[in-house]
């Protein structure tokens, strides 16, 4: 069907510059998920971003050549279908390892796409476009910023620590965690070599010992774990949130 400029029959020029808009617009947030390196980049979110607008033009003229009398069509139902199979996809992204939430970033980003394309396929470019720059304003200045609240506010990190047996290493390194204002929560044994830190000082048929503490504090668990590497007789040390949200 060719496209017409006076009929609107939902093939004109107006609904190729709405899907070209989504196009766009979903192809930004998704360039910027994938310099960041996301498991839902460029080709996910624009993809998205894409049907979505698509799905919204269908909803409002997909049906309109059987619309009489005796039928009445509500435009909204297939868009209202579209923001609930979201969930199927944003569920997928999502999932938790050791009590830490990964993904949900990436979930509602893919969510919010969704909506830009969903906007422009309404007619409606001026808010498709303020929430697009609406999310470049969340991850590169909100990021930051909670970053520095982070730092202010006490934190849950968890760390993997393996050392020589038989020397009180262990006690030296919750001492260190003590002094540098740090509460030990939790102790328990974990495998050797799971956490593939670095081995300065190990020796064929030494004993290891490995443990994995849970702290709070107001520090960062980078600096734990530079702190704890410093303990004489330790020979691997990572450390990480446990409530830190991996976008």
């Known amino acids: 069907m060719t496209l017409l400029a006076a009929e609107p029959n939902g093939q004109t020029w107006v609904q190729v510059g709405e899907l070209g808009l989504a196009f766009l617009l979903s192809a930004l947030i998704g360039l910027e998920r994938e310099i960041r390196q996301k498991s839902a980049g460029l080709r996910t979110l624009t993809i998205v971003g894409f049907a979505s607008a698509l799905f919204m033009l269908i909803s409002k003229y997909g049906f ?39 993904g949900l970033t990436t979930a509602a980003v893919v969510w919010l796409t969704a909506a830009v394309g969903m906007a422009a396929g309404a007619g409606l470019p001026l808010l498709a476009g303020l929430v697009t720059a609406g999310h470049f304003v969340i991850v590169f200045f909100f990021t930051p910023l909670a970053h520095r609240l982070s730092r202010r506010l006490p934190g849950v990190h968890q760390v993997r620590l393996t050392y020589r047996d038989g020397e009180g290493v262990l006690r030296r390194a919750l001492a260190v965690c003590t002094s540098r204002g740090f509460s030990v929560r939790e102790l328990s044994t974990a495998a050797p070599g799971e956490d593939g830190g670095r081995r300065d000082g190990a020796a064929p048929g030494l004993r290891q010992v490995a443990v994995r503490l849970t702290v709070e504090g107001r520090g960062t668990a980078t600096d734990l774990a530079s702190w704890l590497a410093d303990v004489d007789g330790v020979l691997a040390v990572t450390a990480g949130d446990v409530d830190e949200e991996a976008d």
């Open 64 to 102: 309109s050549d059987v619309v009489g009398p005796d039928i009445n069509l509500d435009p909204s139902r297939v868009a209202a279908q579209v923001v609930s199979g979201l969930g199927f996809i944003g569920g997928g992204l999502v999932f938790v390892r050791r009590d830490a939430v990964r």
